[in-house]
Nanobody
Framework: QVQLVESGGGLVQAGESLRLSCAAS????????MGWYRQAPGKQRELVAI???????NYADSVKGRFTISRDNAKNTVYLQMNSLKPDDTAVYYC???????????????WGQGTQVTVSS
């Protein structure tokens, strides 16, 4: 069974930084795209950042220049470095990965459980 386990969320003040981590575990053959989404109360889930298996990245306009997504393929882990945090960044952050389980030919979408990021003013 494939699982995405997130860590690094918490409560910080505006201007501070957090680093989120998400490790994929289980019987995994390969991982394509990995990314981070977030959902604030009463709002739809939105893409924050995504990184392909080839290292290409894309960011939401609201986080460009402040957030950096990276991955360590040897550890099946994706990171989100969040600098200069703002109260508007407050949300539940979800890890996403397109995973091919071991012994299967199909790719599937997998999600982490979500981790709370709260930025106070």
């Amino acid at each position: 069974q494939v699982q995405l386990v997130e860590s690094g969320g918490g409560l910080v003040q505006a201007g501070e930084s957090l680093r989120l981590s998400c490790a994929a575990s289980g019987s995994i053959f390969g991982i394509n795209d990995m990314g981070w989404y977030r959902q604030a109360p009463g709002k739809q889930r939105e893409l924050v950042a995504i990184i392909t298996s080839g290292g290409s990245t894309n960011y939401a306009d609201s986080v460009k220049g402040r957030f950096t997504i990276s991955r360590d393929n040897a550890k099946n882990t994706v990171y989100l470095q969040m600098n200069s945090l703002k109260p508007d960044d407050t949300a539940v952050y979800y890890c996403y990965a397109e995973v091919r389980p071991r012994l299967r030919l199909r790719w599937g979408d997998y999600w982490g459980q979500g981790t709370q990021v709260t930025v106070s003013s």
